[in-house]
């Protein structure tokens, strides 16, 4: 589809047949340099029917309405809105893009190759797959594919950042800064590589250098994720508290579930007063990390994952409101189920309502619901670090440790983190939490 995307309404553009990889990218650009269009957008996300009821069926409507909400950088709700619409190119193209935002380049790689196959030469997502090829460890697959892209794409932005992006995941930082930098030259203010360095002048030290880069990036919309996480935890540093909070705001704006986002918030705007009980908000941000834990994380059986998704139970908050008159009514859960759900909660200190709808209480302090009982699994402690998600500041002290597995990091004690540099009990929570996922946790001494 041709469209002069500066004079034709949005809501027509939503509303064609067909909508092509570049008219879906370049839409994003023109509406994030318009407060006027972004505005509209919204709008319209918000009401669909008129613009949804123009397509020929439910399906494509709303695959149309999961694309606005990825062009207007909402991308949580995007991949909610496609993921149980019927395979399309556009929805296999709108939610591998989604995923890749999202930080699961594994699952965006097969909705890529699909999107592909439905127009082999479409550079839009060509880079695209290459990107989810880098991210998702298929470094043999993605160097082949840059040197086939190296002609076409020479002047392409994505092209170098993502030549760049292998090089430093191959471990060339010189290379990699030298793909990052060409990047931008070719798109002055290219989001994506601005990260990059700005992540690696922090890997280095260079806090004033990676501020000013990362306060680039604060500027851009939509707004980049990791890069105000980690803008966040330098002001947090240097007790700007304000400007960190303001910061988190910013990721949450985009990524309301983002949990870490809204610990980090919690932790700075206690901290913009002097007088707080810190060992109580310290419990409580414990009890809501538990709370907020998706169910989906926590392995269970067959027959109590399909009760938990009958009643729409997401996170072991829903699932400590559900009493157990209610979960005994639901067909073939009996007594066995019933146990294996009060087992979960209670390996987290927690319980379930009571008939009279009371409210759950810690059966333990969290302080024991946070150590997971047992020896950690063979799998779990062979798995790399490098497999989750961390902050900038927490990546720093592991290259600085020469801490590559969860083993190594199992080695190392709270008390011993706690002594380098710019690491405080925020870093040390994250560090918890990921932890507590795999069921295990770091000595405390």
């Known amino acids: 589809m041709s469209v002069a995307l500066d004079t034709a309404d949005i809501a027509e553009i939503l509303a064609a047949e067909e909508l092509s990889s570049e008219t879906i990218v370049e839409l994003r650009r023109s509406v994030h340099c318009s407060i006027e269009k972004r505005a509209r957008l919204e709008q319209i996300a918000a009401d669909f029917g008129p613009v949804a009821g123009k397509f020929s069926s439910e399906n494509k409507a709303q695959v149309r309405r999961g694309v606005a909400l990825w062009i207007l950088g909402r991308v949580e709700e995007a991949a909610k809105a496609l993921e149980p619409a019927r395979s399309s190119r556009e929805r296999a193209l709108a939610l591998g893009l989604s995923y890749l935002e999202l930080d699961h380049a594994a699952t965006a790689l097969p909705l890529l190759k699909e999107a592909l196959e439905s127009d082999a030469e479409d ?27 190296a002609k076409k794409f020479d002047g392409s932005a994505d092209y170098h950042y993502l030549r760049g992006l292998l090089s430093d995941v191959q471990g060339f930082r010189a290379e990699a800064l030298e793909g990052y930098e060409k990047a931008l030259e070719v798109e002055p203010g290219y989001a994506k590589a601005l990260f990059r360095m700005a992540h690696t002048m922090d890997l280095r030290g260079d806090d004033a250098r990676a501020l000013e880069l990362y306060e680039q990036l604060r500027k851009l919309r939509p707004c980049h994720l990791h890069a105000m996480i980690n803008l966040g935890t330098i002001y947090e540093d240097r007790g700007d508290y304000d400007r960190a909070a303001d910061c988190y705001r910013a990721v949450l704006e985009y990524y309301p579930n983002h949990a870490r986002a809204r610990l980090y918030l919690k932790d700075a705007v206690a901290s913009q007063s002097m007088f707080y009980d810190e060992d109580a908000i310290r419990r409580e941000q414990k009890l809501m990390q538990v709370l907020g834990q998706p169910v989906a994380e926590i392995s269970c059986s067959p027959r109590v994952r399909a009760a938990l998704q009958r009643l729409n139970v ?132």
């Open 314 to 445: 997401t996170t072991l908050g829903d699932l400590a409101q559900k009493s157990e008159e209610e979960m005994l009514t639901l067909p073939n859960f009996g007594r066995t189920s019933l146990r294996e759900v009060k087992e979960i909660l209670a390996a987290r200190g927690l319980n379930m309502v009571t008939a009279e709808g009371g409210a759950p209480a810690p059966e333990a302090s969290m302080e024991t619901a946070a150590a997971p009982a047992g020896s950690p699994s063979d799998d779990a402690v062979r798995r790399n670090l490098s497999d989750f998600e961390w902050s900038g500041r927490i990546k720093k002290l592991f290259e600085k440790l020469g801490v590559v597995t969860i083993g190594d990091l199992l080695k190392v004690s709270e008390t011993d983190l706690l002594k380098n540099k710019n690491l405080g009990m925020t870093s040390i929570r994250e560090i918890r939490k990921k932890l507590g996922q795999l069921g295990v946790a770091m000595r405390e001494e």
């Open 123 to 149: 550079g839009h997502v060509k880079l695209a797959l290459l990107e989810a090829r880098i991210k998702s460890g298929a470094v043999e697959e993605a160097a082949k594919m840059v040197s086939q892209l």
